[in-house]
């Protein structure tokens, strides 16, 4: 789709930069209010681009002090966004850019470029802060290596790159690798470091440093651990080694995102690498080790080989994506690791690639690119690739990337450049393939089968429903791993990857002893919506039975599915299939606990909304989260004497460990301890919350208790003990939101928000409020419209504040066209009111405008 609206940007007119840059150097006067920034750089004509043309530098917010061409004072005026010096202003051939510029960190909550936080000095410059900072060709295709002067009293004062001298008041920093703008990043503050050291593969010793504010050092220990084993993985498995003398790591408290792969000197929401096991939970431990690994990674994928443009954002995020995802992997149990990958996919993505905001992996348009850091592009882009190393095999390619990092190193490249490595490295013709990156949506695979006794016929079929700008899909090149299982549970038949790549196509397994029962999607090997009609005793056969671990889960998770639909559309009563083969998994002892864990999981309830919807019901939320509890409350009854048990088996004597097998058993004894809960009014979930001694263990355990209507006491001890912490706080603040019963969720989310620890700044607080309650589904949706104008009110708010973190929040919308008049009625109302506001941002304007204009 072209979109129509004046400022966007289209793919389609992508040129080359007519001007390139040899070399940059700044210097950095730092000061909160008036901060001075001298600029020295070297462009020269790009041979590839049309000559003649001018030079157009960005530059947005500046306050211009001086600036010239080779010592020529120049006279062209700025626009709003940048500054155009005409071609005739300028040399034949290269020329000397010199110009200061002054900017104001402190009053810059958009958390974009340079800015202040908590009286530290840093910078977010992806995709496009870097023009906040300075005048410059802000565009990832234009890479050169930058010299930085910074001048503090500051202790501390970190740039990209190797230290190339300091003094009392100043540092210089030399980053030797041609890299474009958005990788810059600065940080100045009072800060501590833990320290170690890595040796490269090839010799090179490098020092790591992980920077954190006074008091903070004794949380750093797991992120230095988990960016040593990254180091080491990514020289093993994918023969990258490190390439700089020093790597730095920072922790921030107002951060937009998780964390930025700054080169040398990795920038992190402070969420994402301080731990200890006191405050910070399981999850916690497994996300630091996950975004330690994905920015480190992003080193080789997506800083020496960078994206040309924009809409090639995938090209590095889907890739670390799938690399961080295979790190986990190793590191943990690969099933239970896809299980947990494939919950976040359908939670996020599906839910995306289902509403008005449905785009692409590789998106044609887009007004703020900023609104492009979406599941779609990190998590499907990473499901493509996933499935292109199924498609070619481990062979094929380990001999792709190597002819990618061989052939595109320094290379500003793109998704093209990508898939035609595959082709060239393995001969294979991925034309078909490409189309995943073009077309949005979640493609529906329908499974049929016929058995004459002796041959067995699988029919596959596909189909993929319009999405905005979309309406007719072409059929995908689509992996279907299958798995044939006899009715005495056996394996007929080891998996098999079957490739459909028309509308349809039918497969035969010839000399079977009797009807087998296929396993389909083993591992989900796509990213698709499978529609298969089994019976509940199918699938609790294969929940009992199936050989690969994903495809076992999955069964289990769409028996559950299954009842809660039928209880939720036909008022059903759920019968015992579902908790017989629960018992039977329970206290199976071989299965890794953190497997029964998520066996345990029943569907959320916002992911049974959009089953309901696919399956062509207007799903209703009240119900939805009556018909959960009630399951849960039926599971609790009958599966009270095995949950009591692994409850009480699955403790962690001895001092916290946040290791996978640690962490499992404490999944499950958690699950367990939700349900029981629901028969011992709370008691174990007490006495637990009064003796553990990590944040694991007592936040699940006054959880259990919330969800319960219970836990007020704990709700104020927890607040006693963690007030001085900001992270934990985050916690307290959202816990209460998303477990509050519906009819008080907003109002619990009002209070909240008027609490004096609310702070709608950081964004990791406002996501704490105004995200906890968009999450607590039943909440968020109560017929009174409560919820919508609390959400709507504060994004109104926010996007005064910072625009890229209001707009983001604003998906908690994105689901509004499946739900009844009413509720679509009041959503609207919001979205309108929100439309209307004047001084609405890009950002923000864009999101709502997707959301209303495509219904
Ligand atoms: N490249 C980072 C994500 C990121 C994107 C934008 C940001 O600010 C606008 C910050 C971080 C990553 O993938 O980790
Ligand atoms: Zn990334």
């Known amino acids: 789709m072209k979109d129509t609206s004046p400022a966007a940007i289209h793919l389609s007119d992508y040129a080359p930069p ?82 200061e510029v002054e900017i104001a960190p402190d009053a810059n909550t958009a958390l974009e470029g340079l800015y202040v936080s908590r009286g530290m000095f840093c910078t977010q410059c992806e995709a496009e802060g870097f023009r906040r900072i300075t005048w410059y060709p802000d565009r990832p295709d234009v890479m050169a290596p930058f010299r930085v002067r910074i001048e503090s009293d500051l202790p501390v004062l ?82 990258r080694a490190y390439d700089l003398d020093v790597f730095n790591i920072v ?8 964390a930025m792969e700054n080169k040398g000197l990795n920038i992190f929401n402070a969420r994402y690498v301080l731990a200890d096991p006191a405050s910070a939970t399981d999850t916690d431990f497994a996300n630091i080790e996950r975004i330690i690994a994905h920015e480190y990674f992003h080193n080789w994928t997506g800083n020496r080989i960078t994206c040309r443009d924009w809409f090639q954002l995938s090209l590095k995020e ?80 380990r001999a792709a990337l190597e002819l990618y990092f061989d052939r595109h190193d320094g290379d500003a490249a793109t998704i093209d450049d990508w898939v035609r490595v595959f082709e060239d490295a393995t001969g294979r013709d991925l034309t078909q393939f490409r189309r995943w990156y073009a077309q949005a949506g979640t493609p529906r695979l329908r499974v049929t089968e016929d058995w004459d006794g002796a041959r067995y016929t699988l029919t596959l079929a596909q189909h993929t429903p319009p999405t905005p700008g979309q309406p007719d899909k072409a059929p995908l090149h689509i992996p279907v791993a299958v798995g044939l299982i006899g009715p005495d549970g056996a394996e007929l038949a080891p998996t098999r990857v079957l490739e459909l790549t028309g509308a349809e196509a039918s497969f035969t397994f010839d000399d079977l ?43 289990g998770h769409d028996l559950a599915r299954d009842i809660l639909h039928a209880m939720v559309t036909e008022n059903a ?25 998520f066996a345990l999981g029943l569907p959320g309830e916002e992911t049974l909304a959009q089953g309901l919807h696919e399956a062509g019901h207007t799903p209703d939320p009240t119900a939805i989260h009556a018909a959960r509890e009630a399951l849960a409350r039926q599971m609790a009854e009958a599966l009270e004497p095995p949950l009591a048990r692994l409850f009480a088996e699955m403790d962690t004597p001895g001092p916290y460990s946040p290791d996978a097998t640690a962490a499992g058993r404490r999944a499950l004894r958690l699950r367990a301890l939700s349900l029981l809960s629901r028969r011992d009014g709370g008691a174990r979930a007490r006495a637990l919350f009064a003796s553990a001694d990590n944040m694991t263990e007592a936040l699940g355990a006054w959880a259990a208790l919330l969800q319960i209507g219970a ?91 910072n625009p890229q973190a ?40 864009e999101m709502v405008g997707r959301m209303l204009d495509s219904a």
């Open 18 to 99: 007519p001007w390139l840059v040899d070399r940059v150097h700044l210097t950095f006067r730092l000061n909160p209010g008036a901060t001075r920034v001298r600029s020295r750089i070297r462009f020269r004509p790009n041979p590839d681009a049309a000559p003649g043309q001018p030079l157009r530098l960005d530059g947005e917010g500046l306050t211009p002090i001086t600036a010239s061409i080779d010592g020529t004072p120049v006279t062209a005026a700025p626009d709003a966004t940048g500054l155009t010096i005409p071609a005739a202003d300028l040399p034949a051939g290269a020329f000397d850019w010199q110009a």
């Open 158 to 239: 970190l740039s990209n790159g190797n230290p190339a001298g300091a003094g009392p008041g100043w540092a210089e920093w030399d980053d030797p690798h041609p890299k474009p703008s958005y990788l810059f990043a600065l940080v100045a503050g009072d800060l501590v470091a833990t320290s170690d050291r890595f040796t490269t593969a090839q010799g090179r010793d490098v020092a790591l440093n992980i920077w954190v504010r006074k008091g903070d050092e004794h949380r750093t220990a797991y992120a230095m651990d988990a960016l040593k084993r990254s180091m080491r993985w990514d020289e093993e498995v994918y023969g």
């Open 251 to 258: 922790a921030v408290d107002d951060f937009n995102m998780g």
């Open 318 to 397: 889907g890739l670390t994506v799938y690399r961080d995802q295979q790190f986990m992997a190793d590191m943990r149990s690969a099933p239970v690791q896809r299980i947990a990958d494939v919950l976040t996919l359908r939670a996020r993505q599906f839910r995306e690639d289902a509403g008005p905001l449905a785009h692409p992996v590789q998106p044609a348009s887009y007004v703020e690119i900023n609104n492009f850091y979406t599941a779609t592009v990190y998590e499907k882009g990473a499901e493509l690739i996933r499935m292109l190393h199924l498609l070619v095999g481990d062979d094929g390619y």
């Open 513 to 555: 002893r009797a009807r087998p029962l296929a396993s389909v999607l083993r591992g989900v090997s796509a990213p698709v919506i499978v529609e298969h009609n089994l019976t509940s005793e199918d699938r609790a056969a294969l929940l009992a039975h199936d050989t690969d671990p994903v495809a076992r889960w999955q069964a």
């Open 573 to 597: 009563r759920p019968g015992p299939d579902y908790t017989d083969a629960l018992a039977r998994l329970l206290s199976d002892d071989t299965l890794d606990p953190a497997f029964r864990a």
């Open 711 to 801: 836990g007020a006491e704990e709700t104020a001890t927890f607040y006693r003990r963690w007030q001085g912490d900001r992270l934990v706080l985050d916690k307290w603040f959202a816990q209460q939101i998303v477990n509050a019963p519906a009819e008080r969720a907003t109002a619990a989310a009002e209070s909240l928000a008027a609490h004096p620890d609310f702070d709608p700044k950081n964004p990791n607080r406002f996501r704490a409020v105004v995200g906890a309650l968009a999450m607590n589904p039943a909440g968020f949706h109560h017929p009174s419209g409560a919820g919508y104008r609390f959400v709507a009110d504060w994004l109104i708010r926010l996007d005064a504040l």
């Open 806 to 845: 209001a707009a983001r929040q604003s998906t908690a919308f994105e689901t509004w066209a499946r739900y009844d008049p009413a509720r679509r009625a009041l959503i609207r109302t919001e979205l309108d009111r929100i439309r209307a506001h004047p001084r609405l941002s890009r950002d923000m304007g």
